[in-house]
């Protein structure tokens, strides 16, 4: 089953989270994930639970995949950039 990771990202630092771009591409790509968006527009309709900034999509073949992917070295190796550029809510939620 597809499996979704969805990402609310706020940046603090967009100069430094474009490296971080850069290299986590290549590493989805290499997992088997595909961009199904990636910081377009947004239109909030309703935001009793959340109000999110900027958001990305991505997918996976399945959850083993998506997990393989965030827990991998070369993943893990380049979080800190991430961490240190922007604030981040991610979810994977499995789909169809």
Known sequence: MATYLIVDTLL???ERYEEYKLKAKPLVE???GEYLARG???TLKETDLWSPTRMVLIRFPD???AN???ESPEYQAILPISRE???RTMVML???
Do not use: M
């Open 30 to 32: 290499k997992f088997g």
């Open 40 to 42: 377009g527009n947004l």
């Open 63 to 65: 959850s083993q995949s």
């Open 85 to 87: 550029s922007a604030r």
């Open 94 to 96: 499995e789909g169809i």
């Open 12 to 14: 603090d630092k967009p």
């Open 68 to 70: 393989r992917f965030y």
